[in-house]
């Protein structure tokens, strides 16, 4: 007796099949034939330079999952082992606590520009609570940037997981943002790799354990294995290592599918994608107070920044400003965070201001941080003006309980009201 298909799954299929924009609405719905690698077009590009002994540079586009010394470290040197004659080097392009949303607008400036042959976007972890169109647009954004600047450029999506999608995992589904990342794959051809399928079946059989302190002797030969001490991060040792082995499992998939050439760049499955997301960075013309453009060889905070704000505006003069004009849909700073720094009054066009604090509850240092200034939805000129507010926000009260005994204990660093600014993030063009 045949088993019926149940209704509800029955519309998801059709409207995945049937309309690209119900697709995206479909994507809230996790997949339940989640697979460990979707070949698709492969990655025939990079595999016959390979071959062909032919110098070969891998880009890792993701969070802190891929900044660690983990899967991005070992899958380099399994590609550096399995061609021993071919020069193959690393674009290390990972930001930890980032998401595709920034992602997409760094793209050029950190991965492109360095001409990648094989590009690795790893963004499901820290996409966990965007919302599937928005996923959408980013990654859509990265695939359609990518191929734009060379077509040749092969990509793989890749799958980590966390605690809180274990479950998806176990039940052999996609997380929904993996959901999402599959709906843009599948337009473009694009293989992908869930690493954590396998992680999934290690727990579920009971010689894994997904969180776990960390054993003091060799966690590789611990029984049964810590995959993580805090539920996100893998053990360099274990989880990485597991995350490795799907890629190389997955490489002997993908090995002899696709022809070499150029991408085709179909339709967009969101004609709203960001495809045009950039970078732009500040200048000086568009600063008026007390501004100091931060020089890497000087000053350590610059340096340390360096790679990913190349250009770096310090202020902590009340009513300094900084003022554009631009054509878009969105406008986002990007910047950073930290314990010495205050609140900006953000005021687009002729509406009110309102207050940005750059101080968060983990700012017992600095980070890389973003906030977007606005996101219209239409096409329009708007100006923006920013203005560091004299007034600093209740450092105490936003600090994190368990951070606070650092503010106790080293007031001085949490003294101030500055801004460190590095680079408008558009949709859209500036308007001179």
Known sequence: MKKRIQPTILRIVLALILSPQLAIHAADYPLRDAVECQARNGLPNVLQKLRQDREVRIGYLGGSITAAPGWRVKSMKWFQEQYPKVKVSEINAAIGGTGSDLGVFR???DTLRHQPDLL?????????????????KAMEGIVRQTWRADPATDICFVYTISLPVLEDALAGRYQRSATAM??????????TI???????????????????????????TTKPMVFSSDGVHPLVETGHQLYLDAIVRSMKVVGNV????????????????????????????????????MDPAKDPLAKRFSNRLPVLWHSDDPGATLSFRFKGTTASMYDLVGPDCGQVQVKVGEGKDKTVRRIDGYCTYHRLSKFTVTS??????QGVRLTISAEAPDKAKILFERNRHDLLKN??????????????????DLVE
Do not use: C
Not at 128 to 133: E, L, Q
Not at 414 to 427: A, F, K, R
């Open 120 to 136: 690795f976007v790893e963004f499901a972890v820290n996409d966990g609570g965007a919302a599937p169109d928005r996923i959408i």
């Open 411 to 428: 007031p001085k660093k949490y003294e101030g009201i500055n801004w460190y600014v590095g680079s408008i993030m558009l949709i859209g």
């Open 376 to 381: 219209s939805g239409t096409d329009e000129t």
């Open 194 to 220: 869930h690493l954590g399928l396998e992680v999934a079946r290690m727990v579920a059989g009971g010689r894994l354990v997904f969180k776990g302190e960390k054993p003091k002797d060799n966690p590789a």
């Open 182 to 191: 599959e709906h843009v794959a599948g337009h473009y051809g694009i293989p």
């Open 258 to 293: 696709g022809k070499p050439g150029p991408h085709r760049i179909p339709k967009p499955l969101d004609a709203d994608n960001w495809e045009n997301a950039k970078l732009v960075p500040i200048r000086a013309d568009m600063l008026s107070g007390k501004w100091t453009r």
């Open 107 to 109: 793209l050029q400036q």
